[in-house]
């Protein structure tokens, strides 16, 4: 309960605004706040407050989504901390003459938990969800993705209508450049400054591409938001298309994506029967259509100059980068190519404005968009954690936050050991990196990237050789060979991380895998060779240990690298239950009922059944 | 040709709010089966299939069955969202077929949230 305002009461109230005011209303801005009419009660608060001569005293703040919608409007009074839902219009002069000007809160008007105790938390209880922030998944789980008309419900193709109707190409750029977003794809290339680059370049006609080849193993941020948004990317295009002066769009989508495929084409049939594709689009004079093209899955193919070099029918093989596709893309028309995630964050951002975008994130991008990342970022979380799956959340929010807070943590009370972020060409980083901020520019910093958002979380049974190993295959398999030091350097790796893991490698082989990695890493000609040594690097630089364990013992710390373990039993834990026995497909176990089982290593084929099967804990793997 | 003007933008997204959000009207109650890649790798079509059986088989009529994309929490589908009229929304996760026509004839049908099934009531947090 407040007390009877004074006006001469010197402390500033919580969450000040205005030093003059002591009072602010937190009223929610939300889409669904909006829809269920916070504008009104908005006009209605300010026109109340000025009849009572309050307007200095007391600030209407707009604030984003509270979590709250369904019992939208929503305000929260402070410094009180009074929270009153579903607010009417009418129900706002009494409202202001009661509370803001007698200091009496309205109790019929405040939230009141349901009468019946339930069990079910609410969504802001639950770890999972407590931590994000939801930007380009704004929409997801609340509409119907084959529906343009609930897309429009939830504010859809608003941000088109207001760029065509009130805003100069310019002023979009200059509006992208100034919000600090940053390329979602993996380059955290400053989105802004290349539409202003595509825009002043010379050539027409000019393309806006948009990226949904994701190839990353374990990364689906951009199928996800296809199928459940689709239409956040169609309008995300078109903004782009008006901003650097284009009329032709296309999707790089691949062929393993069949559902987010025929929900884009659903999309775009349903777009184009509304007139928001094709000619003319609001009457406001603009063309802009879109064809989708479709990728084979080639890894190379996410690479700019290889995709457009598939996208004409060559084989997606890259160029050398020093002629940018921003000038000379595809056909050689200038191009601008941003991925799903990007275009998802366009049209909030028109709607929003730079301020509220860039409330979120790290660092200051006032004087440049390099200075900081702002907005938030979509992370696929998979691996050894608990709640594996989409995560969107504020730039700068620490890796600890999203493995353990979002994600649950490691399943089995197993240990942690590492993260990798960035897909297969990131780094792999130790618990004692947990508590940095996850930005584009630290996690370069530390020896891994952003990259387009996968994360994968590795506990104490996965070994970091195997790990390097893993990927590098994947790489070597998906490098183009159009280069030596990426087709040829990275066979090589590959060959003395597999001699690692062999237990036959000799000593001097981590310095010539290092030097390899860095000479390939430099020398390569696109970006899938020159960060293709990072899960080598990275791996070399916080887990070196476990490699000179590999090298020099012919040990594998985390019993993992065949090779180098035996498969043995505890005599004082077997029980002889005979499970392993029966379970073992080699018949390498052998021992009678109630006594000590024995393994023969001739026979064993370390596949791992036995210790699996085991209740007792009594195989030993070392 | 121009179809559509900017101001028909909001007699869209007015008409909408009446299926989309309860609040305005329509149905009673909506079912949300989250239909993902995820959701129907983990078997979102036998619930979606379930789920119309039941409103098929009590005969309601004030039900609103749509179909969403991913949740997020996609070790945990399939998922299903439950509104029913002034309620907070409530998230089942894990469903298999007699979950589901739990959820129906117990939550939907007679107001009573499943407890054991249920992981959140509530909406995220979004912009």
């Known amino acids: 309960m407040s007390e009877t305002p004074s006006k001469n009461e010197q402390k500033p109230p919580v969450g000040d605004v205005s030093s ?75 409202l202001v003459e009661e509370h803001m000007l007698k200091g009496r809160p309205v109790e019929k008007l405040m939230y009141s938990p349901p009468d019946k105790k339930t069990a079910v938390p609410t969504m802001s209880e639950i770890g999972f969800f407590k931590k994000q922030r939801l930007v380009a998944l704004r929409n997801r789980g609340l509409l119907d993705p084959e529906s343009i008309d609930e897309y429009i419900a939830r504010d859809g193709y608003k941000a088109l209508a207001k760029v065509l109707s009130e805003m100069t190409p310019e002023e979009v750029i200059d509006e992208m450049i100034a919000s600090g977003l940053r390329g979602r794809g993996g380059g955290g290339f400053p989105t802004g400054i290349k539409w202003k680059t595509c ?30 948004d689709p239409h956040v990317v169609l309008e995300g295009m078109a903004i782009a298309a008006y901003a650097v002066g284009s009329s032709k769009g296309y999707v790089y989508i691949r062929h393993e994506y069949p559902l987010a495929l025929k929900r884009l084409q659903k999309a775009m049939e349903d777009a184009r029967e509304y007139g928001l594709l094709g ?29 457009m070099a598939s996208m004409e029918g060559h084989v997606g093989e890259p160029r050398a980068k020093y002629i940018h596709t921003v000038d000379h893309g595809l056909w050689d028309r200038p191009t601008n190519l941003n991925n799903v995630e990007t275009y998802a964050n366009v049209p909030v951002i028109i709607l929003r404005g730079t301020k509220w975008f860039t ?102 049974d996965d070994c970091m050789v195997d790990i390097a190993r893993y990927y590098i295959d994947f790489l070597a398999g998906e490098s183009c060979g159009k280069c030596v030091p990426c087709r040829e350097g ?133 | 040709m121009f179809k559509l003007r900017i101001e028909d933008l909001d007699r869209i997204a007015e008409e909408n709010k009446k299926t989309m959000s309860l609040r305005h009207g329509a149905g009673r109650v909506k079912i949300t089966v989250h239909m993902g890649t995820c959701g129907i790798a983990a078997g979102a079509r036998n619930i979606m299939a379930e789920v119309m059986r039941c409103v098929g088989e009590s005969g309601a009529s004030d039900i609103i069955v749509t179909t969403s994309g991913c949740a997020g929490l996609c070790s945990r589908e399939p998922m299903m969202t439950v509104e029913v009229t002034d309620q907070a929304p409530v998230k089942y996760i894990d469903l298999d077929k007699k979950k589901t026509k739990r959820i129906f004839d117990e939550h939907v049908m007679k107001g009573n949230i499943v407890e054991e099934y249920a992981l959140a009531m509530g909406g995220e947090r979004t912009l």
């Open chain 1, 279 to 307: 000619k003319n689009i609001f009457g406001k004079g603009f063309d802009f259509d879109i064809s989708i093209h479709f990728g084979a899955g080639a890894f190379v193919c996410g690479e700019s100059t290889a995709l």
């Open chain 1, 20 to 94: 003059s005011s002591r009072m602010q209303l937190m009223l929610c801005g939300g889409t669904a706040c909006v829809s269920s009419g916070s504008v009104k009660v908005k006009a209605a608060l300010e026109r109340e407050l000025a009849k009572h001569d309050l307007t200095d005293e007391v600030d209407v703040v707009v604030t984003g989504c509270n979590g709250f919608c369904a019992k939208g409007p929503v305000m929260v009074v402070q410094p009180d901390g009074i929270f009153y839902q579903e607010l009417k219009e009418k129900d706002i002069p009494h």
């Open chain 1, 199 to 228: 825009r002043m370049a010379a050539g027409e006609p000019k393309y806006v591409v948009c990226n949904a080849d994701e190839g990353d193993p374990g990364a689906y941020m951009d199928r996800s938001i296809v199928e459940a």
């Open chain 1, 359 to 460: 409330s979120i994130g790290t660092g200051d991008v006032s004087k440049s968009p390099w200075g900081g990342s702002k907005g938030t970022k979509v992370f696929s979380l998979v691996g050894k954690v608990n709640n594996t799956g989409l995560v969107e959340v504020p730039m700068g929010i620490t890796l600890r936050e999203i493995i353990f807070d979002i994600g649950g943590g490691i399943p089995n009370g197993k240990k942690f050991k590492a993260v990798q972020t960035g897909g297969p060409s990131g780094g792999v980083l130790p618990e004692s990196l947990l508590d940095i901020p996850v930005d584009f520019d630290q996690l370069t910093k530390v020896g891994s990237m952003m990259g387009s958002g996968g994360m994968i979380v590795m506990d104490e």
């Open chain 1, 490 to 622: 990275l066979r090589q790796i590959n060959k003395m991380l597999t001699d690692i893991s062999n237990g036959e490698a000799e000593e001097g082989v981590l310095e010539l895998l290092e030097e390899t990695a860095h000479t390939v890493a430099e020398t390569s000609l696109c970006a899938l060779g020159g960060s293709a040594p990072n899960p080598v690097l990275s791996t070399l630089r916080y887990f070196r240990d476990e490699y000179e364990a590999h090298v020099r013992e012919k040990r594998c710390p985390a019993g993992l690298c065949k090779n180098l373990v035996t498969y043995s039993i505890d005599p004082v834990n077997c029980n002889g239950c005979t499970l392993c026995a029966i379970k073992c497909p080699q018949h390498a176990i052998t021992g009678e009922r109630k006594k000590v089982h024995t393994i023969d290593t001739s026979l064993c084929i370390k596949c791992g059944i036995c210790r699996d099967v085991c209740k007792q804990d009594a195989v030993i793997v070392k």
